[in-house]
């Protein structure tokens, strides 16, 4: 069994920052990819940002590109959102996801790809 938890958010004013936390626990991740997903009432579950445990490559939605900045603590086996910049169209319930082994970063895109999810963290941006 996996489990993904997510701590970090809250409600921050338009241009503030937050930091959204995952500890993975359960199984190794040293080899997988992480990423983070978001849902805003009434969408659908939309990438966010992913990031190999191997090398740190990272890839993003262009939404958030050069806004938020996923990384990673092996030793913890924890990953981190850095959001910066935040909007009101930010706000949404982000979601931790470890990805299928396997997967290339061509499919992180989408949910399909995830093996695993945590229980989500609220994130609102007033303006």
């Known amino acids: 069994q996996v489990q993904l938890v997510e701590s970090g958010g809250g409600l921050v004013q338009a241009g503030g920052s937050l930091r959204l936390s995952c500890e993975a626990s359960?199984?190794?991740?040293?080899?997988?990819?992480m990423g983070w997903f978001r849902q805003a009432p009434g969408k659908e579950r939309e990438f966010v940002a992913a990031?190999?445990?191997?090398?740190?490559?990272?890839v993003y939605a262009d939404s958030v590109k050069g806004r938020f900045t996923i990384s990673r603590d092996n030793a913890k086996i924890t990953v981190y959102l850095q959001m910066n910049s935040l909007r009101p169209e930010d706000t949404a319930v982000y979601y931790c996801?470890?990805?299928?082994?396997?997967?290339?970063?061509?499919?992180?895109?989408?949910?399909?790809?995830?093996?695993?999810w945590g229980q989500g963290t609220q994130v609102t941006v007033s303006s």
């Open positions: 990031i190999r445990w191997s090398g740190g490559s990272t």
């Open positions: 996801a470890a990805y299928t082994p396997g997967r290339n970063s061509a499919t992180y895109y989408y949910t399909d790809s995830v093996g695993y």
């Open positions: 359960g199984r190794t991740f040293n080899s997988y990819a």
